[in-house]
């Protein structure tokens, strides 16, 4: 079965640095990976997602991430970030045969707080 | 590309109510469909998914159930409501790559 670690919970950050966000993967088969945004109350958003081909997958809002399968790591990165990148980031992985078995496993979610 | 329709946005209901949110799907057939609750500090949990007509499966042994009368239409309900129901329930319909559209949400309070 798959599993996804967001090792950090809470991030804080000055407005205009750079920030990483950490996601690491756990399965046996090959699988799809994503990161949502998540503003206060509000839904799920797709940020990006790698599917197959190049490992840095460039995303919306200036964000990208990088699928290291050695690592098993996605981690979601921007070089500047801004106040309205205030949310709740979520990693997510589903396996990559279509089935109406697999689902998607979310990550426990990192919280981003940007600091003027 | 599918949308996701969630009403209503926000909801307060007494202990012992019943309850009923609605999820519809534009822009796609026979969908998978998807509901989550995210309790206040917490992540994703998944409650129930649908892969057709009539098709339930439930994840996590509840109050609640699920019903999908129509191809696009996602019912999650109630029949007693209880506090620890409270949270953000949200829709969601996969696509051919696995990733999901999500809806708005609805904010639950039980009170």
């Known amino acids: 079965a798959q599993s996804v670690t967001q090792l950090d919970s809470q991030v804080p950050v000055f407005e205009e640095a750079p920030v990483e966000l950490r996601c690491n993967y756990s399965s046996s088969v090959s699988v799809y990976l994503f990161w949502y945004v998540q503003y206060p109350n509000q839904g799920l958003q797709l940020l990006l997602k790698y599917l197959s081909g190049s490992t840095l997958v460039k995303g919306i809002n200036g964000f990208e991430a990088e699928f290291n399968k050695s690592q098993t790591s996605f981690h979601l990165r921007k070089p500047s970030v801004h106040i309205s990148d205030t949310a709740e980031y979520f990693c997510?992985?589903?396996?990559?045969?279509?089935?109406?078995?697999?689902?998607?496993?979310f990550g426990s979610g990192t919280r981003l707080s940007i600091r003027p | 590309s599918q949308t996701i329709h969630q009403w209503p946005a926000t909801l307060v209901q007494p202990v012992g109510s019943p309850l009923s949110l609605e999820c519809t799907v534009e822009g796609t057939s026979n969908p998978n469909l998807y509901w989550y609750r995210q309790a206040a500090g917490r992540g994703l949990q998944l409650l129930f998914y649908s892969v057709g007509i009539g098709q339930i499966s439930s994840e996590v042994p509840q109050n609640l159930s699920a019903s999908r009368p129509q191809d696009r239409q996602f019912i999650l309900s109630s029949k007693k409501l209880l506090l620890s129901d409270s949270g953000f329930y949200l829709c969601?319909?996969?696509?051919?790559?696995?990733?999901?559209?999500f809806g708005s949400g609805t904010r639950l309070t039980v009170v």
């Open positions: 969601a319909s996969r696509g051919w790559e696995g990733g999901y559209t």
């Open positions: 997510a992985v589903t396996l990559v045969s279509y089935s109406s078995a697999s689902k998607i496993i």
